[in-house]
């Protein structure tokens, strides 16, 4: 019977753990950033280094600008945001692997759930927010000393998506 017993909550811990998505981050913003529903905006490392090059901003910004590699915001629209929020969240965490990032917050009450994660990497770093208000991925050889810069971020990303 004890026998029984172990090998049960062995197996109930490999499927926790197996819950992990199997998916990499872009493949499960693919999954839902078509959908007609959502607002879905992204900028790509040439589009940074054009910005980094413009005359009209602080060197301090430019400098700033010029670690930014990628930057992917999906944010729900609609009469219905609230429940495809929460649709999104859960879509997305089910389905991504997040096994090599690091947890840094999660914050969950009965209007919100936020979860930032980020990922060192080698040539460039990975941050994640995903929440039940929007999904923000950056990548880049920043590292986010300070919440400003995460701000600074938040607020581009938002300026281009009109919030």
Do not use: W
């Amino acid at each position: 019977m004890r026998t029984k017993f172990i090998l049960f909550f062995l197996f109930i811990s490999f499927c926790s753990l197996a819950q992990d998505g199997n998916k990499s981050i872009d493949q499960a913003f693919k999954l839902i950033d078509s959908r007609e529903d959502i607002s879905y905006f992204e900028v790509t490392q040439d589009m940074f280094k054009m910005l980094s090059e413009s005359r009209d901003i602080s060197p301090e910004f430019k400098e700033y600008i010029s670690k930014l590699h990628q930057l992917k915001m999906i944010q729900p629209g609609g009469e219905h945001r609230t429940e495809l929020g929460e649709e999104l969240f859960k879509t997305f965490m089910e389905n991504v692997n997040l096994k090599d990032y690091t947890r840094l917050m999660t914050q969950r009450d009965k209007y919100s759930k936020i979860s930032f994660y980020k990922k060192d990497g080698k040539d460039e770093n990975e941050f994640l927010l995903v929440s039940n208000n929007m999904i923000i991925y950056i990548t880049g050889t920043l590292d986010l000393q300070n919440m400003q810069q995460f701000e600074q971020i938040i607020d581009i990303a938002g300026s281009a998506m009109g919030m």
